[in-house]
């Protein structure tokens, strides 16, 4: 068992960049991921699938060679035995952790070498032998992290035994954003993430979040990041350096056929537009917003679209805590989300397509029905559930999450179907003393 906190606090050099130390008020948390990677593969007492293999569902975004991108990417299969192994191919970040779960039960942690196997199901693993009620076994795998990723090379189950393809939930939600909705400081980053939180808290939703930190809206340079995501959320990769080493200056472009249209959008961008140090104007971040949305309704003509306000952090004002930037550009996109909801619009929509840049009227028609809301962020944070980074904490991502499920089930009627099964992860904290 390897202890990754202790490791990297002691630097003994043994970690590769894929790691971090959680904390929990300041404190170290002690973390012990199983080693699972194989010294020698024996392929004759196994059964192997190809990674193209139409039993293995892939969650969120994969390109062509079968990499992930983005956060909380992931792959979902049924199996008979108790012997699951992946060959992991050699564009995975070397150490990358993954969580991975059988059925329902609680995700186990452990990290990727790349261009090895790695067994993560064998009969001495805690639920292998449980036949129920989840039938037949699932197998899911997630990346925790918003710039690492895996490539899936094959699956093997023992001899005689196989892989069974797992029906997609019915109902499906994409989240659109940056560090915030990708995970950055939570503790287990993607799978800690309010937007992870959001999408596996409904329960019995498919779910896909292309966040990633310092991206802005505007198509422009922030943080490093060389596009924004009125550009880059129509393309399978994201901005990260990992991106550029695979695929150049030509990265392709998500087919959106690939897997079911989203019945919900979920937006969260600007946070990086609103910082001085990009030099967003306000004009140029609402026209990117507004063209993201243009291409959502042009990509999935049925979706329904949630902008969420901006929540920019507190600071310490005399005897009490004030948010930063309170306006976040509240005005601005109120009357954004009412153009779109607007005769103007509805009865003649834009549709905007960030591969070729065209923006295409579409003809005088029915009146759509109105798909753009605003949720309001204001008062769900308080200064504590940001932490240090100025990002939300383990509690704050809850909290996020916990209100936009309510507005959902509210706003759309989708009942909350999570009724069991753990999301997040590490979050069991209370107080044994019985009396005082």
Sequence with gaps: MLSLSKLAVLGLGLISKASAVILQNGQVRDTYFPDTRLESFDSSAYRT??????EISYKGRWDSKYVSWWSAPGIKFGYTGQTVAITFGNLTTDRVLVGYRIGGLDWIFTNITAGATHLLVSPETPGASLTGPINPWTFELR?????YGIQIDSVHVAKGEKLIKIPDYGRRIEVIGDSLSAGMYTS???LSSWAYGLGAGLGNTEYSVTGYPGICAADQDCWGNPRGQVHQWFHTS??????SQIWGDNPEPWDFSKQPAADIVVINIGTNDQNRA???????YIDALGKIIQGIHGKWPKAQVVVMSLWLGFYQSG?????NYPDGWVTEIQDLVKYFNSDRYLREPLI???VTKKTTRLRPRKKDAPFVHWFNTKGILQHNDIGPQWHPTDVGAIKVASHLQRFIQIKFGWELEATGPEVWHETLYWNDESGY
Excluded at 319 to 323: E, G, Q, R, V
């Design 352 to 354: 905007y397509d960030g």
């Design 143 to 147: 990346v925790t992290n918003w710039a």
């Design 319 to 323: 005897n009490t805590y004030l948010p």
């Design 278 to 284: 990009n030099n967003v104007s306000t004009e140029a």
């Design 238 to 243: 994201d901005t990260s350096w990992r991106a």
């Design 188 to 190: 287990y980053e993607g």
């Design 49 to 54: 699938y190809p990674r193209n293999a139409s």
